[in-house]
């Protein structure tokens, strides 16, 4: 019984901040859209429309607070946006410290995707992300700008970090060898003629275009005639690569994609490089 006065004497001594469940909050703020404020009109949409992609990076940052309870800070990032999604994430600038949080947070950004009745041009999209914990000494952090959105969840209980057992070294006198390097691709926007600029055709090429056309290397130029509703016809010319399945599959990646929408079309100037 004594020992029991004793614990609930302690509890009651401690702040009302520490029995109160602590919570983690990511928050949009100073949100443009080409470098101006969205209209009021939209704001809902974007809203509900950035909510499936902020909570998984919500998570992404209570899973670090469980082993830096103190992480807090912004994340400054710049999209470009094409056929209602991300073509292209690039950090800005970042004052949390943590590259393993900012990967994490970059990677659930880049699976973002508007809603279906948003355009589909492209857009060059500038946000900032402010993350905040309640119960730190000082309070969350402050944010200056214009909050668009803000999501929230509990923070989980702090973890141990999970002991280390020596491993002993392992020798062997069979010789290993390193798998090949895996194939790559880049693209090089030479020329463009019309609505598109050159930034915008090379920010509407995925880097992952290619991936299955590296059967052989070589540089491929293309021509491209980009309509106004973004949709490219292409026609190659002599390079150096000669491996006619592989110029198919680069032809057939390019007549897939989506360009951003405009008023007039575009002629430009591709070079497509596949390395081994």
Known sequence: MRSTLVSLALLLALPSTALAQATASVSVADLTVDDQRPPDRYRD?????????????????RERLARTPALQGTLRLRLWVSARQVIRAT??????????????????????????????????VRFTLY??????????LAIPGDVFATFESTVPA????????????????????????SSRATVRVD????????????GAIPATTFDACTAASG????????ARDGRPSATRTRGTLR????????????RALRFPTARRSTRATITVTLTQ
């Open 131 to 140: 993350f905040r914990r309640t119960g730190l000494t000082g309070g969350p």
């Open 191 to 202: 020329t463009a003629r019309g609505a598109l600029t050159t930034d915008q055709i090379a």
């Open 91 to 124: 950090e800005e600038a970042s004052t949390l410290g943590d590259d393993t949080f900012d990967e994490c947070a970059r990677a659930r950004v880049r699976e973002f995707r508007l809603p279906d009745a948003a355009p589909e041009g492209g857009a060059m």
């Open 158 to 181: 702090p973890s141990a970090a999970p002991p280390t057992t020596p491993t002993p070294p392992v020798t062997t006198t069979t010789p290993t060898t390193p798998p090949p390097a």
């Open 45 to 61: 949409l974007l809203a509900t429309g950035l909510r499936p992609t902020l909570m998984p990076v919500l998570e992404c940052y």
């Open 219 to 226: 540089e491929l130029p293309i021509n491209l005639f980009i």
């Open 243 to 254: 491996d006619g399945t592989t110029i198919q599959c680069v032809m057939r990646a390019v």
